[in-house]
């Protein structure tokens, strides 16, 4: 089951960035884990380096209100 912070992150990318969900499932299928999310979007040149840092912005401010536990656990979200 995803964390918060995974279903957030997510949310943040289709809705504040623009990423499709089968950009998000693809860039999934390729990382095996939503921690590296974000860099692979970045590596498949279907994030800007500009929204990689809007996405490392948001996630700074994310960790604050979430334990570093569910940063480090290598589950996949839910992509709707």
């Known amino acids: 089951m995803p964390t918060t912070i995974e279903t957030q992150l997510v949310d943040f990318l289709q809705q504040q960035i623009g990423i ?18 974000p860099i692979v979007l970045w590596q ?7 929204q ?3 996405v ?17 656990k290598p589950t996949t979200a839910r992509i709707s």
Do not use: M, V
């Not at 499709?20 to 999310?37: M, P, V």
């Open 44 to 50: 498949e040149n279907l994030l800007s380096l500009e």
């Open 52 to 54: 990689l840092e809007q």
């Open 56 to 72: 490392f912005d948001w996630w700074s401010t994310a960790a604050r209100s979430t334990t570093t536990n569910d940063l480090e």
């Open 20 to 37: 499709s969900a089968a950009s998000i499932r693809l860039a999934l299928a390729q990382s095996q884990a939503t921690h590296l999310l």
